[in-house]
């Protein structure tokens, strides 16, 4: 079946270092990605997403690259502070308004 | 804005016994999603509505499990009996909707533990 996945299930990352957090798609009918932030005890906090007619979008500190020939998604955090520190994960839509979420990263930021 | 807003935040309660989740979305959203996250499973949708019909509810694990949605503000999410199974985090999360309005805004989700 397809199905969203991450190529690494942690990172570990020094303060104030860029962070690159991968995620792989097998669906090429999917049109639209977000990523989430999830923090212990909370909801998926939204960041940033992207439409498949984009291949770069950029927000505060953060950058989401779309790789559509390889069905690569990719996550940059600028400048990693330690409440970056959280599970992240990426979600894919091909279906209506349904999301299908991948396993999560977890991030860890050494002070 | 107050965010999607669930309740309760915590739940205990022994094998067999009803319990019910709540949620109640973020104002002018017309869609509203439950999602089941476990440590093996992950993030798993149950069900979702657009204006308060349910629209696709092929993730309810079995008959156990109900949702409704009786007002755009307000909906339920009921297991009976429950087991032990049933422990989880349960969120509820709500979207705009329409062209270039998908993102699903969570709410905190209700903790259950099933003894």
């Known amino acids: 079946g397809e199905s969203v996945g991450l190529h690494l299930p942690t990172l570990s990352v020094q303060e104030g270092d860029n962070s690159i957090i991968n995620c792989a798609y097998s669906n090429s009918a999917s049109d639209y990605f977000i990523w989430y932030k999830q923090e212990s005890g909370k909801g998926p906090q939204f960041i940033i997403d992207i439409r498949s007619n984009m291949d770069k979008r950029q927000g505060q500190r953060v950058t989401v690259l779309l790789n559509k020939t390889v069905k690569h998604l990719s996550l940059q955090i600028a400048a990693t502070q330690p409440g970056d520190s959280a599970v992240y994960f990426c979600?894919?839509?091909?279906?209506?308004?349904?999301?299908?979420f991948g396993a999560g990263t977890t991030v860890t930021v050494r002070a | 804005d107050a965010g999607v807003i669930q309740s309760p935040r915590h739940e205990v309660t022994e094998m067999g016994q009803e319990v019910t989740l709540r949620c109640k979305p973020i104002?002018?959203?017309?869609?509203l999603f439950w999602y089941r996250q476990t440590m093996m499973r992950g993030l798993e949708l149950l069900i979702y509505?657009?204006?308060?019909?349910?629209?696709?509810d092929s993730g309810m694990p079995e008959d156990r499990f109900s949702a409704k949605m009786p007002n755009a503000s307000f909906s339920t999410l009921k297991i009976q009996p429950s087991e032990p199974r049933d422990s989880a985090v349960y969120f509820c999360a709500s979207s705009l909707g329409g062209s270039g309005d998908e993102t699903q805004y969570f709410g905190p989700g209700t903790r259950l533990l099933v003894l």
């Open positions: 509505f657009n204006n308060n019909v349910p629209i696709d």
């Open positions: 979600a894919e839509n091909f279906n209506d308004y349904k999301l299908s």
């Open positions: 104002s002018g959203h017309d869609y």
